[in-house]
């Protein structure tokens, strides 16, 4: 069951039905375009050699032919290293990403035929608005095929992608020593300290203007009597504290 809270920024936390907790690291656009790139300029290759070698079938066919042959090795391309592979097609692996179920399960042969299907509306034209678009206004950054699916294209493990941020490789936070500790206005449950340790080790990757809208949902109501601190600050602080910064 994946747990939706906007107030996790993209990441997104996944519970299984034995109730053991984990989060998905939605892939963002920059990531899921360098891993298209290199997808299609696979794809180029293939469709290059079959029509080298089927090159007199396809002047007696016509161009139409051709559309029949760029769509057979789009669709079966993607499916089949979705369902074979681990949901790694070579560009996702490269980029250190996977193709997943909504919860976090592998994607099976349905939903790997549907997000790859609508892969066609996604890139109507060849111009990709319909999925830009969609990713952009997306929390899990998805796009209409993987919002039909209920698919997610994530990192595929963070101690081992090579593009993943530093920032959440690391056990530790040091930007936190730059932050006074702060004792929160009242006591925090377990699921909103959580909270406040994602953003901790979020924070270098947001920048500071996003960093002070996401904090701006809490601060106010966790902020200690007579601080004045940006809101980032305050929740940064009470990271300090939380992880035993103040001892």
């Given at each position: ?162 593009f993943i941020s530093p920032a959440l490789r690391r056990p530790d936070m040091p930007w936190l020593s730059d932050f006074p500790a702060l004792s929160p206005s009242r006591r925090l449950g377990y699921k909103e300290k959580q ?53």
């Amino acid at each position: 069951m994946m747990i939706k809270n906007p107030r996790l920024d993209s990441v997104l936390r996944v519970q299984t039905p034995e109730g053991i907790e984990y989060y998905l690291y939605p892939a963002g656009l920059a990531v899921r375009a360098c891993a298209l790139a290199i997808d299609s300029l696979i794809q180029g290759i293939l469709l290059l050699i079959f029509i080298i070698f089927t090159g007199l079938l396809g002047r007696a066919t016509g161009m139409w032919f051709l559309f029949i042959l760029s769509f057979v090795i789009n669709w079966f391309y993607h499916s089949a290293f979705d369902i074979f592979n681990r949901g790694q097609s070579p560009g996702k692996k490269i980029m250190g990403l996977r193709v997943v179920k909504g919860d976090g399960s592998p994607a099976n042969p349905g939903a790997s035929f549907l997000r790859n299907l609508l892969r066609f509306a996604d890139t109507f034209m060849f111009l990709y608005l319909i999925a830009f678009i969609c990713i952009l206004v997306s929390p899990g950054f998805r796009r209409l095929g993987d919002w039909v699916a209920d698919t997610l294209v994530v990192y595929a493990d963070k101690d081992q992608s090579r593009f993943i941020s530093p920032a959440l490789r690391r056990p530790d936070m040091p930007w936190l020593s730059d932050f006074p500790a702060l004792s929160p206005s009242r006591r925090l449950g377990y699921k909103e300290k959580q909270a406040v340790l994602m953003f901790a080790r979020r924070y270098p990757l947001l920048g500071k203007a996003r960093a002070g809208e996401v904090a701006g949902i809490w601060a106010e109501e966790l902020r200690p009597e007579g601080n004045d601190a940006p809101a980032s600050a305050v929740l940064l602080g009470i990271a300090r504290t939380i992880v035993g910064g103040a001892k």
